[in-house]
DNA sequence: TTCAATACTTACCTTGAGGTAAGTATTGAA
DNA sequence: TTCAATACTTACCTCAAGGTAAGTATTGAA
């Protein structure tokens, strides 16, 4: 496995959280299956452009056995495969919120603030 | 500069708020901040084992230009230079909380369920 | 037998975050 | 004049995260 050697000794909660939620796509992840309870691979590759297929399926790897995501196989031709948040995924998603919150107002400062780029 | 272009466009408050947080020391230079108050360039250093010189002082820059931080230099010598956090930077503290106590508890389930390491 | 549709898988490459270690700047004291 | 003490600064290197693009697996329908 090529996402190996994680759940190392955590000097602290932020460190623990920031090791299961670092990862360009997983805050991401987290929100589209928060908000859609339930997503197919393909679903989840339309709604977050610009993931690749190799990161997508990394990810979503490592949050299962992050004990985040559950995948559940359906055996159907062409294949299908649903993906959703467990209860930790749930509760990882909750306490983000706080977070998503205050980036909300940054990103609102940096707006009124922002310096108007004329050329 | 190297560390250069960020305050990108954000796709949610997640990102606006990771933007600011990313980066190994980050969180862990809020936390000392917020704990002591004020501290010295050497006692953030002696007080993150491990960090180099080179990151944390480019940690601190951009925590300063992104508001989070506030740097007062004293003519002195030896030099004396205190930083402290801002308004912004307490408040981003705070909304790291929950995600530091989901962490905490995290970091419990896992010790709990760790199969013992017996040679 | 071939194709369609979906969900991966693999090999290879690029980029940037972060580490290492040595050097610079400042100035009062000895 | 040299040194001590602190806070950087710089050049160079390593490694892993992430991207690209092509290939594989499955099986019912035509």
Redo the contacts with the bound molecule.
């Keep these: 496995m090529?996402?190996s050697e994680r759940r190392g000794p955590y000097i602290c909660g932020i460190d623990a959280a920031m090791d299961v939620v670092?990862?360009?796509?997983k805050s991401l992840i987290l929100w589209e299956l928060d908000n859609y309870g339930t997503r197919?691979?393909?679903?989840l590759?339309r709604g977050l452009p610009?993931?690749?297929?190799?990161?997508?399926?990394?990810?979503?790897?490592e949050m299962e056995q992050d004990g985040l995501v559950h995948?559940e196989?359906y055996?159907?031709?062409?294949?299908?495969?649903?993906?959703s948040l467990t209860e930790h995924g749930r509760s990882l998603n909750e306490a983000l919120g706080p977070l998503g919150e205050w980036g909300q107002r940054r990103a609102e400062r940096l707006a009124a603030e922002a310096p108007t780029v004329s050329p």
Tied chains: 1, 2.
Excluded: A
Excluded at 22 to 25: E, F, P, Q, R, V
Excluded at 75 to 83: I, S, T, W
């Design positions: 090529t996402s670092s990862g360009k796509w197919r691979f393909g679903e590759k610009g993931v690749s297929e190799k990161m997508l399926i990394q990810h979503l790897r995948r196989v055996r159907e031709v062409p294949p299908k495969v649903e993906y």
